[in-house]
């Protein structure tokens, strides 16, 4: 069985984000403005994602026009497809021919994940999609209990979340696919396996 992470795995997240930022700059938000609202959308009681529409309504409490700031967001979802990784589709396709199970597991508001991955137009690859805006770790636990034999493939970006599920599955082999978000020398001190290219994930799994 694979599983795979969506953002900044398969999905290219800093470069969405920064269009999303530059799509509000063009709109009159400063950094400040987007900088204090983004974070605020990120953490909310027990959900620790990002959520769209907590965005926008923080941005509406700061003093921005609703409509605005909307049409300025949905400007960039238009083309989802070109987000995702170049290598992305390729790597799915190998992935899939072995016949394994696939199951794509992403943490985040579901609404906005499920537009994503619908639009990024992958989800045709996966027999399973779990979508969740508190822990994977609890979603990897439902998997793992019913797949005790099974061998498990992991592909991630974040370090301290693919650790985590390491130490408590350990039949998990986990690849961390590196991110922009943190220090190259970070992964490498992991102690887990690590890929810049997803292609290069494909050794791994043969």
Excluded at 87 to 111: N, W
Excluded at 150 to 159: A, G, P, S, T, V
Aim: glycine share 4%; charged share 30%; hydrophobic share 35%.
């Amino acid at each position: 069985m694979f599983i795979f992470d969506f953002d900044d795995t398969l999905f290219d997240t800093q470069a969405f984000k920064r269009d999303r930022i530059l799509a509000l700059r063009e709109v009159g938000v400063s950094q400040v403005d987007y900088d204090e609202s983004y974070a605020r959308a990120y953490t909310e009681g027990k959900r620790t994602c990002y959520s769209h529409e907590r965005h926008v309504d923080v941005l509406v409490d700061i003093g921005y026009d609703r409509k605005t700031i909307e049409k300025a967001l949905e400007s960039t979802m238009i083309q989802i497809k070109k987000y995702l990784f170049p290598d992305a589709v390729h790597m799915l396709t190998e992935c899939k021919c072995t016949g394994r199970k696939m199951v794509l597991l992403s943490l985040g508001g579901v609404d906005f994940q499920k537009i994503k991955v619908l639009g990024s137009g992958i989800e045709h690859f996966f027999d399973e999609i779990y979508m969740t805006e508190t822990s994977k770790l609890e979603i990897v636990k439902q998997i793992v209990s019913a797949k005790q034999d099974e061998e498990i493939y992991l592909l991630n970006d974040k370090i301290k979340e693919t650790q985590d599920i390491v130490d408590t599955f350990p039949q998990v082999q986990a690849v961390l696919k590196m991110s922009e978000c943190f220090a190259q020398e970070a992964y490498h001190q992991s102690g887990l396996p690590c890929i810049k290219s997803l292609n290069d994930y494909l050794s791994y799994i043969k």
